[in-house]
């Protein structure tokens, strides 16, 4: 989070990817390699299955990210080692609610 690294979605292999462009170093933050099904809960980011990650931002110390397959915008805390569905339910569709009661497409 220094300026000096590059965070990836790596969508094919189901994790988020940090690239340490100093270091020329890549590890993996979050996900196990193996495609994460509907209804996860999320929990310890090296032991949680991802769906298909497709995008993320950084926002503070939070990254937000798009999982395309479970159409859900997942939260992951890197300093609380925690990582959660924040948005939508899991269902594919166009729902405007409170954010776990969403849905998106």
Known sequence: ??????????????????IDLLERLVTA???TGEQGFWGS???DPERTD???????????TT???AMAGS???WAFEERSGKIAPYVGTGREGILDDILPAAELA
């Not at 991802?50 to 503070?60: A, K, T």
């Open 1 to 18: 989070m220094n300026g000096e690294c590059l965070y990836v979605a790596d969508t094919e292999n189901h994790a988020i990817r940090k």
């Open 29 to 31: 933050m979050a996900g």
């Open 41 to 43: 809960v999320g929990g």
């Open 50 to 60: 991802l769906n298909s990650p497709w995008d993320l931002v950084l926002i503070g």
């Open 63 to 65: 990254f937000f990210i």
């Open 71 to 73: 159409h859900q915008i």
